[in-house]
């Protein structure tokens, strides 16, 4: 869903930042666009920590994604 997104709109990659906590996001989270697991994760996302394009938030549920936000620098 992602991929088509940003080709129907002509989004970069860089545009987009995508959010998950558990094993199910894995795929979205290991793809182009800024991924960002909120500090409330499972830890089978933990191998994800090494990727450039993955941050880790230590704040839980929506303050991770506010923090996500502000690392990414879209607020």
């Given amino acids: ?20 906590d558990s ?10 666009a800024r991924g960002l697991v909120v500090g409330n994760y499972s830890p089978e996302l933990e191998h994800l920590r090494h990727r450039a394009n993955v941050y880790f938030s230590s704040k839980p549920y929506a303050a991770g994604i506010m923090d996500g936000l502000v690392y990414y620098g879209f607020v």
């Fill in 1 to 20: 869903a992602i991929k088509y997104l940003r080709y129907k709109f002509d989004f970069p990659a860089r545009h987009v930042m995508v959010a998950g």
């Fill in 23 to 32: 094993g199910n996001d894995e795929d979205m989270l290991a793809g182009q």
